[in-house]
């Protein structure tokens, strides 16, 4: 299985998007250094040429994307209590944008994150 620490690859590609959706969107500086140091431990792990292959997908995009999306509807749920269900739902596209990336770079690996009730 394509793990690192036990957890699938796609976790740790979804854990760097929101590093760089939280970066983008709040320009904290300890944020982005979080992010520049997960970058570098992930390439040290996978290579360089597999990392740059995984940053410039569509699958990649798409992961970044839907946290995005994610971290907007956080921020709106503060304010308005009906966004629930929607933040559900993405959580749920954000789920699938994980396990596209893992099963496109890493084919044949086991995802492990299950999702019930969908």
Not at 33 to 55: H, P, S, T
Not at 82 to 99: I, P
Request: some cysteine; overall charge neutral.
């Amino acid at each position: 299985m394509n793990t690192f620490c036990r957890v699938p690859v796609g976790f740790h590609f979804d854990y760097l998007s929101i590093l760089g959706v939280k970066s983008d969107k709040t320009n904290d500086k300890v944020v982005y250094d979080d992010y520049l140091q997960c970058c570098a431990d992930l390439r040290n792990q996978i290579g360089a040429v597999k990392f740059q292959e995984i940053l410039a997908s569509k699958e990649y995009m798409d992961l970044y994307d839907a946290n995005s999306y994610l971290f907007d509807l956080v921020d709106a749920i503060k304010k308005d209590k009906m966004l629930g269900q929607e933040l559900d739902n993405q959580v749920f596209v954000r789920w699938q944008k994980k396990k596209a990336l893992q099963e496109k770079f890493f084919p044949g690996t086991e995802f492990g994150e299950k999702k019930f009730g969908y």
